[in-house]
């Protein structure tokens, strides 16, 4: 701990150490009894730390796929190691790392894992992050930080005992229905309860059924809590190692204000895992008003299921609706106000906003609402021929491409140094709100050759990459929004551009299927109305 940096973090995190090798005023205490630092084989450290250490030390940089614990310096376990394991393989069951001893990768010394852990006992773990310095952005949008932000939650929740909640059931999801509830309306309360969740790379970790689960109203059992219901199975028996369970929660005698409902899961070996949360809004009748009605589609009447999401611009109050895809039904209790509707519309039909609608307390405001299809400016399935398009060599039909029975455009065995485009353009006047979709098989070198769907909206001058892609053999679904420069444009560029290297090419190349260009936008509105009007609609 030479560096300042360093220095300061062991005096933030530990406090100071005296010669005895006991730190004391750091953020973190040492809770050990006997000796700390005895000469045996154990390498650094001390006796165990209790089981119920509550926090944890982690240390975030890359890069190689990897979680770690102590020790570095020695294959010898640590003396909280079975635990250390047991943590370390659920974190690595959501950033999908490899799990692992410090020393498995190369002996270190003074890693800060080691450094807090001898010194304090508390659990302390090194996420190595992805396999390379400098993530490129999409792997790391993408992955990286989803992956690990989901590890970091399991670790939040596991605080109180990282030595013991980790080798009990994890609460892996949780809901309650309604989210806003009329005091003495009972809450439904569905969870998912999972022990199986370890990355068992490098060795097992036991897995155990799921024996119960319990439900905590505004805290938990080390905080007093008392349990307000217990859950059951839904597929009647605990006796699996993952389990759907529920609960119906009471809501009488509640003060209006929102309440947090967490849920812990036990095993079969007696051990409690970490819990989950989530968070329950209670109003008394007269507080609460009602927004229902249907959704639909305008051309056919037919009932649609979509999202919609209610806010009140005034208190900030948002909340969610689903519709029926049966009946296009939908029910939204909220706070009276005036609120604004945004309904986010299923592929193939456009968005719709409805401002100022006004919801009375103790009454139910009817709004049924019609969706607008979606127009295609382009609709391509390659089987007529070339529709419009301009295709650089290598680029050509190709009828039976692997794992595609139709035509579809393709580089098969394309060339070194190539940079060949597959292009057209698209008058999107009176258009906005635009979406690409098409089906791709990308069959290059991996890292080396690349398909990128480009645009421009300067007539080709400067070009944006929308997707890129390499070295996948299988075909995929891929829908991208274009972005609103491209809005009302008479001149869009669009173009699938294939580059290689200089050296090893693969024989089935890019191949491009099924491309679809949606719009709205007023022209497309202004479409359909003239249709309905001119089929006799009054």
Known sequence: DSE????????????????????????????????????????????????????????????????????????????NGAALRAFGKRLAWFNQYTPEQSDTLY????????????????PAFTFELDQSFFEPC?????????????ALRYAARSLHAPYLLPGG?????????????????????????????????????????VASAAAYMDGLPWEG??????????????????????????????????????VQGTDASAQAGSPNAVFVEVAQPSEIATLAGTISALADGAPLAATLRVTNPISGETRTATSSAVDGGYLRPMHAGTVDIHVDAPDGYLAEDISGVDLSAGATQTRDIVLFSACNILDDDVEPGNSGWTAQTPWTRVNGATGNSSYVWATPNYGDNLSASLSRTLDLSGYSGSTLSFDDRCDTEATYDFGRVEISVNGGGNWTTLYQCDGRTTWQHNRIALPASTDNLADLRLRFRLTSDINTNRPGG????????????AQCRADQLDRIFADGFE
């Open 138 to 150: 999409t792997p790391l949008l993408n992955k990286t930080i989803p992956d690990n932000l989901m």
């Open 510 to 521: 890019w191949a491009i299927d099924n491309i679809v260009v949606e719009s709205g936008g």
């Open 4 to 79: 300042p940096e360093t220095a300061n973090l062991v005096a933030y995190v530990a406090g100071s150490c005296g010669n005895d090798g006991v730190c004391t005023g750091g953020i973190l205490p040492d809770l050990r009894a006997g000796p700390l630092h005895p000469v045996n084989v154990s390498g650094d450290g001390g006796a165990a730390a209790p089981t119920t250490y509550p926090g944890m030390f982690l240390d975030i940089h890359s890069a190689a796929d990897l979680v770690l614990w102590p020790w570095g310096d020695t294959p010898s376990a640590a003396p």
């Open 169 to 209: 059931p994890d609460v892996t999801s949780l809901s309650a229905s309604p989210d806003l509830v009329a005091a003495g309306t009972p809450v439904a309360l569905h969870a998912r309860l999972d022990d199986s969740r370890f990355n068992q790379t490098n060795g097992t970790e036991p897995v155990h059924n």
């Open 225 to 262: 809590a008392l349990a307000v219901a217990a859950l059951t199975a839904d597929d009647g028996a605990f006796n699996s190692p993952a389990e759907n369970a529920s609960a119906s929660i009471s809501t009488t005698g509640l003060a209006s204000g929102t309440h947090l409902l967490f």
């Open 107 to 122: 002996p270190t010394d003074g890693a800060t894992d080691d450094n807090f852990y001898g010194s304090l006992g508390v």
